[in-house]
C-alpha cells in the first residue's frame, strides 16, 4: 500500500524557517517525481515545487523562488521542502505528491493531475 507521510509543519513568525518531510512508503520512488503543492483557507490547492527523478531538474512557483528549496533522498524515499524567509501568505496546507512518470518537462511537473499519490497534508502557518 502506498503511502505518503509529511512532518515538520507547525507555527513560524514572518521571515523564519522551516523544513517539511514527505516520507514514501509501499513501493521504491527513486523513478518518481515528486512534488509539493499547498491549499491556503478559501482558495484552491496550487503547485509549490517539484523534482524529477534524479533530482537533476526542479521547478518552483514563482512565488517561492529564491525563498523554497526541494531535495530528495531516493535511498530514504524522502522528498524535503525547506522554506526560509516565509511570508504570512505562505500559510496553508502543505500536501507532498508523486507520480511514477519521472521523466517529463517542468510543466507536467508543475500539474496537479500529474501525480498519482497523495499525502495528507501538514499545516504551515506564518504570523505576521
Known amino acids: 500500500q502506498v503511502q505518503l507521510v509529511e512532518s515538520g509543519g507547525g507555527l513560524v513568525q514572518a521571515g523564519g524557517s522551516l523544513r517539511l518531510s514527505c516520507a514514501a512508503s509501499?513501493?521504491?520512488?527513486?523513478?518518481?517525481?515528486r512534488g509539493w503543492f499547498r491549499q491556503a483557507p478559501g482558495k484552491e490547492r496550487e503547485f509549490v515545487a517539484a523534482?524529477?527523478?534524479?533530482?537533476?531538474?526542479?521547478y518552483y512557483a514563482d512565488s517561492v523562488k529564491g525563498r523554497f528549496t526541494i531535495s530528495r533522498d531516493n535511498a530514504k524515499n524522502t522528498v524535503y521542502l525547506q522554506m526560509n524567509s516565509l511570508k504570512p501568505e505562505d500559510t496553508a496546507v502543505y500536501y507532498c505528491?508523486?507520480?511514477?512518470?519521472?521523466?517529463?518537462?517542468?510543466?507536467?511537473?508543475?500539474?496537479?493531475?500529474?501525480?498519482?499519490?497523495w499525502g495528507q497534508g501538514t499545516q504551515v502557518t506564518v504570523s505576521s
Open positions: 509501499g513501493r521504491t520512488f527513486s523513478s518518481y517525481t
Open positions: 523534482i524529477s527523478w534524479s533530482g537533476g531538474s526542479t
Open positions: 505528491a508523486a507520480s511514477p512518470q519521472g521523466r517529463v518537462g517542468v510543466t507536467t511537473m508543475g500539474s496537479q493531475t500529474h501525480y498519482n499519490y
